[in-house]
């Protein structure tokens, strides 16, 4: 995980796009999808954001970011999806 100054005026995106303050998902965002959540990610690590840049700008707490960047690092897209997580219910493998 980064903790990064701002340094940067762009960052690729998670699908490869160009990422700046000005196309990163709106601030009043309601409904988030995996996409939208790396994109954040990818601007802080990228230093297009701080931290508490991000959770300021997005109303979001550093440990709900903090848990985004786990997931997205260890699983990619798949990671961020709501569905994923916290569902309640073990992979029968493991019952």
Same mark, same amino acid.
């Given at each position: 995980?980064?903790?990064?100054?701002?340094?940067?005026?762009? +960052?690729?995106? #998670?699908?490869? *796009? +160009?990422? $700046?303050? %000005? %196309?990163? /998902? /709106? #601030? *009043?965002?309601?409904?988030?999808?995996?996409?939208?959540?790396?994109? +954040?990610?990818?601007? +802080? %690590?990228?230093?297009?954001? $701080?931290? /508490?840049?991000?959770?300021?700008?997005?109303?979001?707490?550093?440990?709900?970011?903090?848990?985004?960047?786990? !997931?997205?690092?260890?699983?990619?897209?798949?990671?961020?999806?709501?569905? %994923?997580? !916290? *569902?309640?219910?073990? /992979? *029968?493998?493991? !019952?």
């Amino acid at each position: 995980m980064k903790y990064t100054a701002k340094y940067s005026s762009h +960052v690729i995106g #998670p699908d490869g *796009d +160009v990422l $700046t303050l %000005n %196309n990163l /998902p /709106p #601030p *009043d965002l309601k409904r988030w999808v995996a996409r939208r959540k790396a994109e +954040v990610i990818t601007a +802080v %690590n990228g230093g297009l954001l $701080t931290m /508490p840049e991000a959770c300021a700008r997005y109303s979001i707490s550093l440990e709900e970011l903090l848990e985004w960047q786990r !997931h997205y690092e260890a699983e990619g897209l798949e990671g961020l999806r709501a569905s %994923n997580r !916290h *569902d309640g219910h073990m /992979p *029968d493998s493991l !019952h």
